[in-house]
């Protein structure tokens, strides 16, 4: 892998983590607020080293990641949010790992209000209901979203918050 491809990786990955934070940030005013009681979703891990003098390990992954978000709104309604963050501009369907697809659909047809929080540059972001990303291609005839496209759903940060929940499409 050349020095270009390594340096994006890693930006994109700085920028997903940070995109993450702004959300639990959000869960948790929401959480103030009485509104909301949003987790984060722990990655299925296992040790395969034991703790060294700091506490630090060495896992691996168990199995494809869950949603990144679960919780209840202050009406009863279970919440799960998966978020994606994109430094480019377009978010591919792909990006949704078959193993969050299928817990996606499982609580959607639960009926849990399900969503993929999209973050563009950490620039716009979009509450996206589970469906219309799920059927992308139905929706858009491609693959892909851009910006323009998720217009109605986007959401905005004020008071120091993403506020996802007052899209009405969250409300129970």
């Not at 509104?35 to 990655?43: F, G, H, R």
């Amino acid at each position: 892998m050349d020095n270009k491809k390594r340096t994006s990786g890693k930006r994109s990955r700085s920028s997903g983590a940070l995109w993450e934070k702004v959300i639990g940030v959000s869960c948790r005013k929401y959480s103030e607020m009485g509104l909301a009681e949003i987790e984060k979703t722990p990655e299925p891990m296992r040790p395969v080293s034991k703790p060294n003098a700091s506490g630090k390990f060495l896992a691996v992954f168990t199995k494809q990641a869950q949603p990144d978000f679960k919780g209840t709104g202050a009406g009863g309604r279970a919440i799960v949010i998966e978020a994606k963050h994109t430094d480019a501009d377009r978010l591919y369907r792909r990006v949704v790992t078959r193993e969050q697809a299928e817990r996606l659909d499982a609580h959607y047809r639960m009926g849990a209000a399900c969503f993929v929080l999209v973050s563009f540059k950490l620039k716009r972001y979009f509450m996206v209901p589970w469906d219309l990303f799920r059927d992308t291609a139905l929706h858009f005839g491609r693959q892909y979203l851009t910006p323009g496209d998720l217009e109605a759903y986007e959401v905005f940060i004020r008071d120091g918050m993403l506020r996802f929940l007052d899209n009405e499409e969250s409300k129970g």
